[in-house]
C-alpha cells in the first residue's frame, strides 16, 4: 500500500492512483458511448427496416429500442456478478483488468459482423459482460484510494469522475456518427475497440500507485452481508433510497435511443446551412452536463448553504427527478407536434437535453457517492452494483414496454406522445413516494476505517 510522508499540516492532495482511474474512464466511456451513439439507428437501418419503409418505422424502431435497452439492462445487471468477484474473491484489481480484455473481444465481434444479426448480438452480449463486470469496481476502487484525511475530497474526486465520463462520451458522440457515415458500420464499431484497448492499458500502467483492498473471501463476504451487523443495516437502508432510482433511468435512457430516433423526423437545422446527424444530438446532453458538473458542486450547492439550505444527497436525488421528468415533457410535447403532422424545431430536443443533464446530474454523482459512503467497507463494490442495478432495471421495463410495442402487446396503446405522457405521470408517483420515505430515514456512512454518526437525511 502506498505510503506517505506528508507532514500532518499540509493540506492533502489527490492520491496519486487518481489520474490513471479518471484516464482509464475517459477512454472506457468513448469506447461505451461511441458504440451506443449509433445503435439505435443502425439496427433500423442494416436489420429492422433496411428498405426504409414509412409503414414499418413504428416496429422497426420499437425492435431497435427493445435491442438497445436489453442489452443495457444486462450491462448494467453485471456489476452485481462483478462486484462479488471483486469483495469476495479476486479484488477489484484483476476483475478490471481481466474483464477489460474481455470487453475489448466484445468490440472486436461487433465490428466483425455488421452484416450478422446473430453475431451482433453476441458481441453486444459480450461487450455487455465486460463492460457491466467492471463498473462497480472501479467506481468503488477510486472511492478506496481516499481515507480519513482526504476523505473531504472525496466528493470532488466525484465530480471529476462523473466529468470525465462525459469528456469520453462527448468525444466519441461526435466522432463515431461521423465515421460511420463516411467509412461505414464496420470502422465505426471498430475505433471504440481500440480506445477500450487504451483504457485497460492506462489501467494497468497505474499499478504501482493503487491502494488495493483485499477481498473478504466468499464465506466472510456472506457472513457479512448477510448476517445480522451493519452490512445487512446499511443494504436495508441504501436499498430503500434505491427502489425509487430506476423509475430515473427508463426516463433518462429515452435520451440516447427514443430521442435520437424521434430527432430524425425533426427539423433538425440549428443555424442556417448545419443540421447535425440525429446520433450527434446526444452529445448535447453531454456539453451540457460537463457545464453544469461543476455548477452545481461548487457554486449552486454551497450558495444553498450558504443560505441556510442544505443539498442533502436525498434531496437533490428528489430534485433531480422532477428535472428529468421535466424534459421528458418537453419531448412529448415535440411527439405531439409530431403526430399532428407538424416539423418541429430540434431546438426543443435542445432544451430537453439540457434540462435531462442537469437532473441527471443531481441523482448520478449523487448516487454513486451515497453507495460508496453509506457502505461498510466489505460490501463497498456490492452496493456500486446495486447502485447500477437500478439503471437495469429502468432499461429492463424500457425494453419490456418496447418489445410490447412492436409485437401489438398491452403497452402498444402507448405510442406517438402518450408513450412519453406514461412516463411523465409514472415519475409523478415515484417522486411522491421517494419524498414521503425519504424524509423518515436515517442516514449512516462509512469513509476510512470506522462508521460516522448516524444523520437525519
Request: with cysteine; glycine share 10%; aromatic share 12%.
Amino acid at each position: 500500500m502506498p505510503t506517505s510522508t506528508r507532514p500532518a499540516d499540509t493540506p492533502a492532495a489527490f492520491p496519486r492512483a487518481v489520474p490513471f482511474i479518471i484516464g482509464n474512464e475517459v477512454a472506457e466511456r468513448f469506447s461505451y458511448y461511441g458504440m451506443r451513439a449509433i445503435l439505435p439507428t443502425f439496427l433500423v437501418a442494416q436489420f429492422f427496416n433496411p428498405g426504409h419503409s414509412p409503414a414499418l418505422d413504428t416496429v422497426a424502431e420499437a425492435r431497435a429500442n427493445d435491442f438497445v435497452h436489453s442489452f443495457a439492462a444486462l450491462g448494467y445487471a453485471m456489476p452485481v456478478l462483478g462486484a462479488l468477484l471483486a469483495d469476495w474473491v479476486l479484488g477489484k484489481y484483476r476483475v478490471i483488468l481481466y474483464l477489460s480484455a474481455l470487453y475489448c473481444a466484445g468490440h472486436a465481434l461487433l465490428a466483425a459482423y455488421t452484416d450478422d444479426l446473430a453475431g451482433f448480438r453476441l458481441g453486444l452480449l459480450v461487450v455487455a459482460v465486460g463492460m457491466g463486470g467492471i463498473k462497480s469496481s472501479v467506481t468503488a476502487n477510486l472511492g478506496d484510494q481516499f481515507d480519513r484525511r482526504t476523505e473531504h475530497l472525496l466528493p470532488k474526486a466525484y465530480g471529476w469522475f462523473q466529468l470525465s465520463i462525459d469528456v469520453g462520451a462527448a468525444l466519441s458522440t461526435a466522432f463515431i456518427p461521423e465515421l460511420y457515415a463516411r467509412y461505414g458500420a464496420a470502422v465505426a464499431f471498430g475505433v471504440p475497440g481500440l480506445l477500450m484497448g487504451a483504457a485497460a492499458l492506462t489501467f494497468w500502467l497505474g499499478r504501482r500507485h493503487y491502494v488495493r483492498v483485499p477481498p473478504t473471501g466468499l464465506l466472510a463476504g456472506l457472513r457479512q452481508t448477510l448476517g445480522p451487523g451493519e452490512g445487512r443495516a446499511a443494504l436495508r437502508r441504501v436499498g430503500t433510497v434505491f427502489l425509487f432510482v430506476p423509475v430515473l433511468w427508463a426516463l433518462y435512457d429515452q435520451s440516447v435511443s427514443e430521442w435520437v430516433l424521434q430527432a430524425a423526423h425533426l427539423d433538425r437545422e440549428l443555424w442556417p446551412g448545419y443540421a447535425p446527424l440525429p446520433e450527434q444530438l446526444q452529445i448535447l446532453g453531454i456539453v451540457f452536463g460537463i457545464g453544469l458538473n461543476p455548477l452545481l458542486t461548487y457554486r449552486i450547492y454551497p450558495a444553498l448553504a450558504r443560505r441556510g439550505i442544505r443539498a442533502t444527497p436525498l434531496r437533490r436525488m428528489g430534485a433531480g427527478m422532477v428535472l428529468v421528468a421535466a424534459a421528458v415533457a418537453i419531448v412529448g410535447g415535440v411527439q405531439h407536434r409530431l403526430d399532428a403532422g407538424g416539423s418541429p424545431s430540434v431546438w426543443w430536443q435542445v432544451l430537453a437535453y439540457f434540462v435531462v443533464a442537469g437532473g441527471t446530474l443531481m441523482v448520478a454523482v449523487t448516487g454513486l457517492e451515497y453507495a460508496y459512503t453509506h457502505s461498510p467497507k466489505a460490501i463497498k463494490s456490492l452496493m456500486t452494483a446495486l447502485w447500477l442495478l437500478t439503471i437495469a432495471a429502468g432499461n429492463f421495463f424500457l425494453a419490456l414496454m418496447n418489445g410490447s410495442i412492436a409485437a401489438g402487446g398491452f403497452f402498444a396503446r402507448f405510442q406517438g406522445a402518450n408513450y412519453y405522457w406514461f412516463f411523465v405521470g409514472l415519475m409523478a408517483v415515484n417522486v411522491a413516494l421517494f419524498a414521503l420515505v425519504a424524509s423518515r430515514l436515517r442516514e449512516k456512512t462509512y469513509v476510512g476505517s470506522e462508521p460516522a454518526e448516524p444523520l437525519r437525511a
